[in-house]
């Protein structure tokens, strides 16, 4: 038996991808940007195993059997790096072999946290390893065809998915723009308002949208190609405050094609409006863009903020967002502060308006991170080809 075990980190859009010119292949009908989180706070991570004695494909998600061949997007992903395989030559076994496949996300899947961009991504890579392909835009191409957002996990930093195009879709790949790096103090708070699966999924909205919007060609031939030319600029030159109003403009332009849409899709809740009233009055009270937000085809807003800028945010968005829970560790998770200390910082006039209590599930704290990396045989997910026990 051979088997790779690798993991792969979720990434977040600052000019948004929605909208495709190609369904099958997943050709998107503008660029998009993003940043890539930090692996350890959120991840895929997936373990293939190939064997001779294995009588067909088998694939578990968190521990449940899911279809594998009647799965179209997961069968291109095979199919996509076993023919790169075949081309690269030198292979350990026979490519009939059958496969089994475990994943598991730690963070909620389907929720609108991009777990398909981690899942996908995570998939690719790993069958990579298990061929032993080194990692080429190629593969990001590949990824593209699981989910697009996913192409853009395949690489650390900030990373822009070229729309590209060629009819077939080689030219529509992930390239980083800068690694983690570049921009290491950038850091993420997502504002959990509802981690349970959402009523249109991003596949079935963004069609919809193509089909009866009239605002999202205007959006994607003339706004985003110079929004992406600006945000480069932005990122290249460190530029928080260029960079938040591009990413918060870009979140609002998303939801509002997403209300264009016949019937409309509501994505954002009353709390994710909340939290967009909070980023702008905290912004305008400190006097500065210290906070930006952005919401993904889901409720739950993520903030970019500079790590120096963290703990005060957070302290605010404890005064805004009273919560019962707001000491506990499963509601602040991966914070760098004790939550005490947060209580003691001032925020007085900060962001004064007080909301209902328990709005927030919970906040996870994140920052920029690297693309995914192969892990040791020893945290493999599967034993003898079965997956372990929960
Ligand atoms: N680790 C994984 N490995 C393989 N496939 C996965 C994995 N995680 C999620 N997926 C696939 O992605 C689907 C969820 O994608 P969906 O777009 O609905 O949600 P999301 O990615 O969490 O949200 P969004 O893309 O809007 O941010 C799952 O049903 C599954 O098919
Ligand atoms: C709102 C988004 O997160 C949309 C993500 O859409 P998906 O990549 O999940 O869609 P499919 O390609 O149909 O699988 C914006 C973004 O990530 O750019």
Redesign the pocket.
């Known amino acids: 038996m051979y088997s790779a075990t690798c993991e792969a980190p979720v990434?977040?859009?600052l000019?948004?991808?929605?909208g495709?010119r190609n369904e099958e292949l997943?050709l998107p009908i503008n660029d998009?940007i993003?940043m890539t989180l930090d692996a350890n706070e959120m991840s895929a991570k997936t373990t293939v195993a190939a064997s001779e004695s294995f009588k067909q494909n088998r694939m578990w998600l968190n521990g449940e059997v899911v279809p594998f061949e009647d799965n179209a997007?997961l069968m291109r992903c095979l199919e996509g790096v076993q023919r790169l395989a075949l081309a690269n030559g030198g292979l350990k076994f026979p490519l009939s072999w059958k496969l089994h496949i475990a994943s598991y996300n730690n963070f909620p899947t389907a929720a609108?946290l991009?777990s398909?961009?981690a899942g996908y991504a995570c998939l690719v890579y790993t069958l990579a390893r298990l061929y032993e392909i080194p990692m080429n835009e190629q593969l990001t191409t590949i990824a593209?065809q699981?989910?697009?957002?996913?192409c853009?996990s395949l690489h650390g930093g900030f990373v822009q998915?070229h729309r590209g195009i060629a009819d077939d879709g080689s030219d529509s790949i992930a390239e980083q723009l800068v690694t983690a790096e570049h921009w290491p103090n950038m850091h993420m708070l997502i504002l959990v308002v509802n981690d349970a699966r959402k009523k249109t999924?991003?596949?079935k909205g963004?069609q919809s949208a193509v089909e009866t919007s009239t605002l999202i060609q205007h959006r994607a031939t003339t706004i985003v190609p110079q929004r992406i030319k600006e945000l480069r600029t932005a990122i290249q030159a460190r530029d928080f405050k260029t960079f938040a109003e591009l990413t918060m403009r870009d979140s609002n332009q998303?939801h509002a094609i997403a209300l264009d849409t016949y019937p409309p899709c509501v994505y954002m809740n009353e709390v994710s409006h909340a939290i967009v009233n909070f980023v702008h009055d905290y912004n305008e009270s400190v006097g500065e863009v210290k906070a930006a937000y952005t919401f993904?085809?889901g409720p739950n807003g993520c903030l970019y903020v500079l790590a120096e800028n963290v703990a005060p945010l957070l302290a605010a968005i404890q005064v805004a967002f009273p919560n019962d829970a707001q000491q506990s560790v499963e509601y602040l998770k991966g914070i760098p502060v004790p939550p005490v200390e947060l209580k003691k910082m001032a925020t007085n006039g900060i962001a004064e308006h007080v909301n209902p209590k328990n709005l927030l599930k919970y906040i996870i704290h994140t920052k920029i991170g690297d693309g995914p990396r192969q892990l040791s045989d020893e945290k493999s997910l599967l034993i003898d080809g079965l997956p372990l026990p929960k």
Do not use: H, P
């Open positions: 990434n977040m859009a000019v948004k991808y929605w495709k997943i998009s993003s997007r609108g991009a398909s961009a593209r699981g989910s697009g957002s996913a853009r998915w999924g991003s596949t963004m998303l993904d085809a």
